[in-house]
C-alpha cells in the first residue's frame, strides 16, 4: 500500500519561510484583539487612498472577476460559434444576458447563462452557475489581443487535445470548478462555504475581485480608528508599509546592497498564496507570514520544474523566485512592480538598472549582443517566457545566469537556443564559454536530473546539494524530500524541515518515532501536521502518554485541513489513508467511497481501497472494485497493475500475465510495470520471454536496481553468467554498500571462471 500511499498524499503537495526551529509553542490563535476586523469593502477604503485606488482601477487585480454585463464581456456572443472535438458552441446574447450552448456534463447540447467574466488579459474566460453552487469555467475562451497580435477570436485551452464530456479536463468537471480551484484567488474575502453532505456550495466572498482587503486584510478596525483621527497604532490586519531601507550602489561590483539587509519576508509572504503553486491548510484572512502556517507549497518536482528549476508547469512566480539570488539579497514583489497598478516599474531594462549598474550590465561588454536587439534585454536572457493558457507568456523569476551546458546535461530549456532556434545547445555553450572565459560551474540541476533519472550518482549529487550554503531553502526542502537527512528536521528554515519529512517517511517505525516526534510541536502548522500524519504508520504503543496527546493535537490539525478541503477526493482519500494506517478499516472504506463519488475516476484511490481489502483477506472484493475500474479510469494503467497483483494472490497466473502485460505496455515509462511482468513471466515458466521483457525495460531505465537484479538471477538461471555478470556488475554500482549484491558479483565472476555451484 505504501507506493499508492504516497500516490494521493502527494496530491496535497502543491514555497514559504517561517519563523524559528522546532519549539514548543502554544497551538492555539494569538489574540487579536477585543474584536474580530471585518470588511468594509476598497471604496471605503479609497475615501482616504485615493491614489491607491486610482492605479488599483483597471488593474487585473480589479478585473479578475466581474459581473458579465456589456461593460466587461469582451468576447463575441453575436451568435458566434466554435468548432471543437464535433460539438458546436454557440455564444449568444438573449434578454440582456450572455448565453452559451455547448456540451453539458452529459455531452449533449445544453443552454447556459454566463454569471461572471473571470480575467481580462490576454485571455478572457467565463463562469457557468450549476444548481449545486458551483461556478465553472468554460474552456473555450476569449482571446483578448488584438487581431493583429492574432487575437480577437474565440479558441479552446487544451487546442492539441480531445476533450470530450468523459475527460477528467471537460469544463463541467472538478478541475474546472471555481469554487475549489480559482475562487480564493479572483476574490476578496471568500468562504467556501462546501457542505459535504449535500455535495454542494454557498460561497460567499466581501468582494468579487482582489480588492484592497484581499492584501491588507479586514479594514473595520482601521477605518474606525482613521474615524477618530488616527494616531498610535492604525491597526492594520497587515501591515505593508515598507521600511526605510534604502540600495545602495557598489560600483566595483556593480549591484547594490539592501541598507539595512533584510530579516523578513513579510510582503512576499503575503502575495504568495495567489502566486504560487500550493495546497491551503486553513481558511483564513491574510497575515504574512509564516506562509506555511495557511498553505503548503509543492518543492521542486519533475513534471512541475525542469530539473534546473526554471518554471515547466504552471507553477507561478513564488517557487521560482524563492530559487534566486534577488530573493537572498532582500529584493521583494514591490521592488520591481507597483503593488496597487501591478506594472513594472520602469520599461525595459531601466526596471533592472535600478540595483545594476548600466555602465557594467547593460552593455555588449556583457551580453555581447547587438545594442537595439533582443539578446540586450535583460529579461529575455535572465526571464525566458513560458506560454502557459494557449496565449498568456510568463517570465521565470528565478533570475537565472543562461546555461546552455544544463541542456545538454539534464534537458532543461535554456534562453541562448530559445533564441537562436536554429542552433544547438554544444553551439551555445562554446559562445559563452568564449565569451566569459570559464567553465561553467556545478549546478543543482544536474542533480535532480541523476535523481530524477535513478543515475548512480544521484544520492553524492543530492548531498553536495544539501552542503552548498548558497543554494535556496526550496532547492535543500526539494533534496531533502529525495535524500534521507535526518539534519533538515533541526533546519531553521520551515521548509526544510518539511522536506526533511518527505524523505523520512519510508524509514523504519523507530527511526520515525525517534526523529519525528520532536516536530508534533513545531511552530509552523504544516510542518506538524505532516509530521503527524507520517506517525499515524507508528505503533502506539511506542509513544508516552505525553508524546501521544501531541500527536492527537497534531492529527486533529491534519484532520481539519482535510475537512476544509472536503470537496477535493484527495483529501478524502489522505483521511482514508490515516483511517487504515490506524487500522480503522470501515472508516477508511467509507473515506475512499466518498473520494471516488467525488471523482468516479480517481485511479489511485481504487488501487488503495483495493489493497485495503487485500489487508482484510478479501481478494475477490479487490478484483470485482478493480474491473469495476476499468470501466471508469480513463487512463488505466495501475488499475491492470494491481489487477494483476491481485489475480496473482487468487492463482489465477495466466490472467494476472495478461493485466500485467496491458499495464506495462499502456506505461512503459514506469520502470516496475515492466519489472512486476517480466517476474510474472518468469513464475509462469517463461524464461526467455521474460528475460526478453527485462531487457526492453533496462533500455529505457538503465539505472532501474529491480531490473538490473532480475536479469542478473534470470540471466545466472538460465546459465548465461558473462551475461549475468554484467548486470550484477552495473546494480553493484548503484549499491556499492550493499553485501548481498557483492557476494553476487564474487559468485558470477566465480562462475564465469568455470567455478560452480553459483547461487
Known amino acids: 500500500m505504501a507506493a499508492a500511499m504516497r500516490a494521493v498524499s ?23 484583539g477585543s474584536e474580530t476586523a471585518s470588511y468594509v469593502g476598497g471604496e471605503r477604503c479609497a475615501t482616504c487612498h485615493q491614489s491607491q485606488a486610482e492605479l488599483w482601477n483597471g488593474s487585473h487585480h480589479d478585473l479578475a472577476m466581474q459581473p458579465a454585463e456589456p461593460a466587461t464581456v469582451l468576447g463575441d456572443f453575436d451568435s458566434a460559434t466554435f468548432d471543437y472535438g464535433g460539438v458546436t458552441t454557440t455564444f449568444f446574447e438573449r434578454d440582456g444576458g450572455y448565453h452559451v450552448r455547448t456540451d453539458g456534463p452529459s455531452g449533449e447540447l445544453e443552454e447556459y447563462e454566463v454569471a461572471y467574466t473571470f480575467g481580462v488579459d490576454p485571455l478572457q474566460q467565463y463562469l457557468l452557475a450549476f444548481p449545486d453552487g458551483r461556478y465553472q469555467a468554460l474552456s473555450i475562451a476569449w482571446d483578448s489581443r488584438s487581431a493583429d497580435e492574432g487575437g480577437d477570436r474565440w479558441f479552446h485551452l487544451y487546442p492539441d487535445d480531445a476533450i470530450d464530456h468523459e475527460s477528467p479536463l471537460h469544463w463541467t468537471k472538478r478541475v474546472q470548478g471555481w469554487n475549489f480551484m480559482c475562487a480564493s484567488c479572483h476574490s476578496t474575502g471568500l468562504r467556501k ?32 480608528w482613521a474615524e477618530r483621527g488616527g494616531g498610535g497604532d492604525p491597526l492594520l490586519e497587515v501591515d505593508l508599509r515598507t521600511d526605510d531601507a534604502s540600495w545602495v550602489m557598489d560600483v ?7 541598507v539595512p539587509a533584510r530579516t523578513e519576508h513579510f510582503e512576499i509572504e503575503t502575495c504568495a498564496p495567489c502566486h504560487s503553486r500550493r495546497s491551503q491548510l486553513q481558511e483564513s484572512d491574510p497575515r504574512g507570514q509564516p506562509f506555511l502556517d495557511d498553505f503548503r507549497p509543492s518543492l521542486l518536482r519533475a513534471g512541475l520544474y525542469h530539473p534546473d528549476g526554471q518554471i515547466r508547469d504552471e507553477v507561478y512566480v513564488y517557487g521560482s523566485f524563492l530559487q534566486s539570488k534577488m530573493y537572498r539579497e532582500g529584493v521583494t514583489c514591490q521592488d ?40 540586450a534585454s535583460c529579461v529575455d536572457c535572465h526571464m525566458p517566457e513560458t506560454t502557459y493558457m494557449v496565449v498568456d507568456p510568463r517570465r521565470d523569476h528565478s533570475f537565472r545566469v543562461p546555461r546552455p551546458d544544463l541542456t545538454s546535461k539534464t534537458g532543461s530549456p535554456n534562453a541562448c537556443t530559445g533564441c537562436h532556434a536554429d542552433q544547438s545547445a554544444e553551439w551555445a555553450t562554446a559562445a559563452v564559454s568564449e565569451w566569459y572565459g570559464h567553465d561553467p560551474e556545478p549546478h543543482y540541476g544536474e542533480a535532480f536530473h541523476s535523481a530524477w533519472t535513478g543515475a548512480p550518482d544521484a544520492r553524492s549529487r543530492l548531498v553536495a546539494v544539501l552542503n552548498d550554503p548558497e543554494v535556496s531553502g526550496l532547492t535543500k526542502a526539494s533534496v531533502a524530500s529525495l535524500v534521507p537527512t535526518p539534519s533538515a528536521l533541526m533546519h531553521d528554515d520551515p521548509l526544510v524541515r518539511l522536506g526533511g519529512l518527505e524523505g ?23 510542518v506538524r501536521i505532516e509530521a503527524a500524519r507520517i506517525l499515524t504508520s ?5 509513544f508516552t502518554s505525553e508524546q501521544r496527546a501531541q500527536w492527537r ?12 478541503n472536503a470537496d477535493w477526493p484527495e483529501s478524502q482519500a489522505n483521511l482514508a489513508l490515516v483511517h487504515a494506517q490506524l487500522g480503522e478499516i470501515d472508516q477508511a472504506e467509507s473515506r475512499y467511497r466518498r473520494a471516488l463519488a467525488l471523482d468516479p475516476a480517481f485511479a489511485s484511490v481504487y488501487v488503495n481501497l483495493a489493497d485495503l481489502y487485500r489487508g482484510t483477506g478479501d481478494n475477490r472484493a479487490a478484483e470485482e472494485l478493480l474491473r469495476e475500474a476499468l470501466t471508469s479510469v480513463p487512463e488505466p494503467a495501475d488499475i491492470h497493475h494491481a489487477l494483476g497483483l491481485t489475480l496473482v494472490r487468487l492463482r489465477r497466473v495466466d490472467e494476472a500475465v495478461v493485466a500485467l502485460r496491458t499495464a506495462s505496455e499502456l506505461r512503459p515509462d514506469i520502470a516496475r510495470y515492466a519489472y512486476v511482468y517480466g517476474v510474472a513471466l518468469q513464475s509462469s515458466g517463461d524464461l526467455d520471454s521474460a528475460i526478453g521483457v527485462l531487457e526492453g525495460a533496462i533500455a529505457r531505465h538503465p539505472y532501474d536496481p529491480e531490473t538490473l537484479f532480475a536479469l542478473a538471477t534470470m540471466e545466472r538461471d538460465r546459465g548465461r553468467f558473462g551475461d549475468a555478470l554484467e548486470y550484477a556488475r552495473r546494480l553493484s554500482a548503484l549499491a556499492p ?17 568455470g567455478s560452480v555451484g553459483v547461487r
Not at 462555504?193 to 473595520?220: F, L, M, Q
Not at 507508528?538 to 511506542?542: C, D, N, S
Open 737 to 753: 554498500g550493499d553485501s548481498s549484491i557483492q557476494q553476487l558479483v564474487a559468485a558470477l565472476e566465480s562462475a564465469v571462471r
Open 336 to 375: 520591481c512592480h507597483d503593488p496597487h497598478g501591478l506594472h513594472v516599474r520602469a520599461d525595459g531594462n531601466a526596471v533592472c538598472a535600478s540595483c545594476h549598474l548600466p555602465e557594467r550590465f547593460d552593455s555588449e561588454a556583457h551580453h555581447f549582443h547587438d545594442p537595439s536587439g533582443p539578446g
Open 10 to 32: 502527494a496530491f496535497l503537495v502543491v514555497a514559504g519561510y517561517g519563523a524559528g526551529c522546532t519549539q514548543n509553542v502554544d497551538l492555539e490563535e494569538p489574540e487579536r
Open 553 to 564: 493535537v497534531a492529527i486533529e490539525e491534519y484532520r481539519t485541513v482535510q475537512a476544509l
Open 252 to 258: 566595483a561590483t556593480g549591484l547594490s546592497e539592501r
Open 504 to 526: 523520512l517517511e519510508q524509514v523504519d517505525p523507530s527511526t520515525k518515532h525517534q526523529l519525528l516526534v520532536p516536530l508534533l510541536r513545531d511552530p509552523v502548522r504544516a
Open 538 to 542: 507508528v505503533p502506539q504503543a511506542r
Open 193 to 224: 462555504n462546501y457542505d459535504a453532505a449535500s455535495s454542494s456550495y454557498r460561497t460567499e466572498w466581501s468582494e468579487i475581485d482582489v480588492s484592497c482587503e484581499a492584501c491588507h486584510g479586514p479594514g473595520s478596525k482601521h477605518a474606525a
